[in-house]
């Protein structure tokens, strides 16, 4: 169903090379809840996260932490499924009716004529609870017939659909079935709105995740229906869950799109460090390394000596080398990659005589 009218305390902070630390009183980011139609800055800005709740009054929010993911906390949403949805909890770059965010798409609005293979991919990573809720799991791809628009845009609506619980499908009418997308294979749905067409393309494999997908294919692939206009604009790439009933627990655990030849910001990140358990000579603290950047991070490493003898036991999340005070960590198998706007947090006990103070810088590389 497409949307139709939806509209801890810092102790200091230094820059270190192309690396920040943030040294945290808390083990954990603040937080930041979002309910209604509420909308917050992520990732300094190139992503917005909105909670967009449009077609229903029901008690529902969303808690963030500053990055490119969110959390559905709480969802009383309960419209019927064979009707629209209650609201669409997304994060986004490039402007949603009028709101917009700095730099890629914002800056650099692509014209479907020059969307070619590889011009604009995404990735995004999700929690699916499941359950009694009904929602589905979809990328809102909007296209404008001009650059910008303060409002609704009005060439055509693309969806992707990686997955959906319950019974519920997308706007429209089935129009083809089993179709091969930029090696993916599909369910396609189309259906004409007072703005233009809404076609829908449906993973014929459900999926929790998503990396470098390429939206070239799926521009092209609509327009060779008709759906779609190569004069228009992509303006806005949007991902989250149009939610039916319930959907507590969703969850976009991060989220990144690359916009080719927009000048991404280099690849920079902030580290957070946060001691944990201190006492009789042990210790625990856990690191968060965040893209700050618009593309990805990867083969990632920290640097850092401590200003006391604390000396680490054991690690997890990232493997550490340990010469007096001298601490180099780089990532695990596992964890190499960051997306743009997301984080990796390792964590480590250990064991100090005197003080186990943090480092005063950490370099990231």
Known sequence: ??????????????????????????????????????????????????????????????????????????????????????????????????????????????????????????????????????????????????????GQPNCTELMVWLNHNGPVQPFGSEVATGVTVGGRGYNVWEGSQWFGDTVSYTMTTPATSVSGLDLAPLAQDAVSRGYLSSSCYLIDVEAGFEIWQGGAGLATNSFSVDVNGAAPVPPACTVTYSLGNSSNGSMQANVIVTDTGNSPLNSWQLSWTFPGDTKITSMWAGVYAQSGAAVTVTNASYDGTIAAGASAEIGFDGTYSSNDAPPGSITCT
């Open 1 to 150: 169903m497409a949307l139709i009218s939806r509209a801890a305390g810092i102790a200091t902070a230094v820059l270190i090379g192309v690396g920040s630390l943030v040294l945290a009183g808390s083990a954990r980011a603040a937080t930041t809840q979002l309910c209604q139609e509420q909308t917050a800055p992520a990732a300094g800005g190139v992503y917005n996260v909105q909670n967009n709740e449009w077609g229903s009054g029901a008690a529902e929010c969303i808690t963030t932490d500053g990055k490119a993911d969110f959390t559905v906390g709480s969802s009383a949403i309960s419209n019927a499924t064979n009707g629209a949805p209650g609201g669409y909890p997304s994060v986004y770059q490039g402007c949603h009716f009028g709101v917009c965010t700095s730099g890629g798409l914002t800056a650099t609005p692509v014209q479907v004529s020059s969307l070619t293979a590889g011009k604009v991919t995404t990735s995004w990573s999700t929690t699916q609870p499941g359950g009694s809720n009904d929602y589905d799991v979809a990328y809102d791809v909007w296209f404008n017939h001009t650059p910008t628009t303060t």
